[in-house]
């Protein structure tokens, strides 16, 4: 389920001359009764509002006063949002003869053409006020309050985000509430203005256009109105043509998957960044610890300490943090069993909630390795919107490969990533045509293959926050035996194990010619770097180190030591 709540204004949408009709309020107790949430959002002080709609207690939150007092309905207490008026402002407006003149707990109201007179009110008093329109009503609070800013209160009380709610109005003060729901409706007696820039308009004009409304989000949960929602694509590049490729930010399904160094974690560096700018909840399941450094995220656990279940549905339920859970602390052979584990329990947040948005699932051959399928462990065929993240995209399990709706081939041979996928998912995939293999860093080859025959190379836009891949963990920190440089020499008589940066660098100064140049002629330099640690761009500079002959042994340690100082160490 996409939308967890439904947000109406009163007057002009729900209601029609001041009245809510019997079969609205219906459809409304239909919602409530689905299982989602209802918000009010009204530009009337709470006691004008019950007194017009006795059935208000269907709703889970009112926010009144046009975001200034926030009421909650099944316990009847209230929670005041703003400031109150400055009573020398109410006295001079009231001397200067504007009437009707409405004093709330924050709210000063008024009608058309007053405004100019509470406009010169304000500015004669200094006041930090702002004048809101509701078509001819004038309603005026302190700067920043508008319904928005109300409901986003309201929202963080139901551990909802507005990017699962649906809103709906009609007049010019829904229009920055509108703007920040994930589906934004205007029903058929709506401003023009309004109706421009909604997602939806309804048929129907007031109560019936809500009616109609709720209608559709009962029977597919606004499915139809999914492909009218760009303006929420979270970009990943732009093609050949100059084009933007996007990904939805609902129901991609996505696997990234090449080489190790080939730029895996940068593509999903920049999905991350904009998810999370855009306020999409992310948790990114993280064997190796190479997101700990990611300013994005909340990370949790470590080498040493394994995140426990309470800890991580608290940082999820908070909806202001995305979370990395690293598993280096867990051994390799207990992973898939800790991830399940964890994953049906982020499922039953998902199932109340909508959130985490993405799930993002690093080293997924070994999370969710194809020998799951004949496990006692049963993978979640109702998991969406995902990325599956892999070298080996061949040893997925194929109950959640066969699930996967696009592809993003890294590397120089896409074809091969694509077949592996494609045999591992069980899939007869055959692209029409391909584009020419990725030559500079930061290109790759994307599909969406449920939709089109056709990938598209595309150039990453880089996320603006450098993935640091875990700089300390490598310059000083404790690399696991698997992870770490050995030094063992041409005979193999040596085994002298570098678990970080400076080891190596202490290491590399010391051992004899022969040992330097055994490593340096079979390219273990650049192919740690490369594979281990994941570094492309460094790995690419010490290649080219290691091929170049005219060197003597000393100049080539020399420069290959340079290089790693220069990204990792300071100088001796």
């Not at 009609?170 to 509108?178: K, R």
């Amino acid at each position: 389920m996409r939308y967890f709540c439904l947000i109406c204004d009163y007057d002009g949408t729900i209601a029609h001359d001041g009245r809510c009709a019997p079969s609205t309020v219906e459809a409304l107790k239909k919602v409530r009764a689905s299982g989602r949430k209802l918000i009010l959002a009204t530009g009337r002080q709470l006691e004008e509002l019950q007194e017009v709609f006795p059935d208000y207690a269907i709703f889970d939150r009112i926010v009144a006063e046009n975001g200034a007092v926030l009421y909650r309905p099944s316990s009847k207490d209230w929670k005041v949002l703003a400031a109150a008026p400055p009573p020398e402002f109410v006295d001079e407006l009231r001397r200067r003869g504007v009437q009707p003149l409405a004093v709330g707990r924050c709210i000063v109201a008024t009608w058309h053409p007053f405004e100019t007179v509470v406009l010169e009110v304000i500015r004669e008093q200094g006041l930090e006020l702002q004048v809101i329109f509701n078509k001819n009503a004038v309603m005026v609070l302190p700067s920043g309050v508008n319904k928005a800013s109300g409901l986003q209160v309201a929202l963080n009380e139901l551990r909802l985000s507005p990017h699962n709610s649906v809103g709906v109005g009609d007049a010019e003060n829904d229009h920055v509430f509108l703007s920040t729901c994930e589906c934004s409706v205007a029903v058929a007696n709506a401003l023009p203005a309004l109706k421009d820039r909604a997602d939806l308009v309804t048929n129907g004009s007031h109560g019936a256009g809500v009616e109609e409304l709720i209608e559709k989000l009962l029977a597919e949960d606004l499915a139809s109105v999914a492909p009218r929602l760009k303006r929420h694509q979270i970009l990943l590049g732009h093609t050949e043509h100059d084009g933007d490729f996007c990904v939805d930010p609902y129901e991609s399904r996505l696997i990234v998957a090449g080489p190790s160094g080939g730029g895996k974690s940068t593509t999903v560096a920049a999905i991350v960044e904009r998810l999370v700018e855009n306020k999409y909840q992310v948790c990114l399941f993280d064997p190796e610890g190479d997101y700990d450094e990611f300013e994005q995220f909340v990370t949790l656990g470590g080498p040493q300490r394994v995140p426990g279940t309470s800890e991580i549905l608290e940082v999820l339920d908070t909806m202001d943090h995305s979370l990395s859970i690293n598993l280096l602390g867990v051994p390799l052979a207990d992973r898939p069993a800790m991830f399940m584990s964890l994953l049906s329990r982020i499922q039953e947040l998902r199932a109340k909630t909508g959130r985490p948005h993405w799930i993002i699932i690093d080293e997924a051959h070994h999370l969710l390795p194809a020998a799951l399928e004949s496990a006692s462990l049963t993978i979640p065929k109702e998991l969406s919107t995902f990325a599956l993240v892999t070298v080996h995209p061949d040893q997925v399990a194929r109950a959640i490969l066969s699930s996967t709706n696009g592809v993003i081939a890294i590397g120089s041979d896409p074809a091969k990533v694509i077949a592996q996928f494609s045999a591992g998912a069980g899939k007869d995939l055959h692209p029409n045509g391909l584009p020419e293999p990725p030559r500079e860093a930061g290109e790759v080859i994307a599909w969406w293959f449920c939709e089109t025959q056709q990938p598209v190379k595309v150039k990453v836009e880089p996320a603006k926050a450098e993935l640091r891949r875990h700089r300390r963990k490598y310059e000083a920190g404790e690399l696991g035996e698997d992870k770490s440089f050995y030094f063992r020499g041409p005979e193999g008589k040596l085994n002298l194990r570098a678990q970080n940066m400076k080891m190596f660098a202490q290491l590399a100064e010391g051992v004899d010619e022969d040992t330097w140049t055994h490593h340096l002629r079979q390219g273990d330099y650049s192919r740690w770097l490369r594979d281990a640690v994941k570094d492309a761009g460094i790995a690419e500079e010490l290649a080219k180190i290691e091929q170049n002959s005219l060197l003597k042994p000393s100049e080539s340690r020399t420069q290959i030591l340079d290089a790693i100082r220069k990204h990792y160490t300071a100088p001796a």
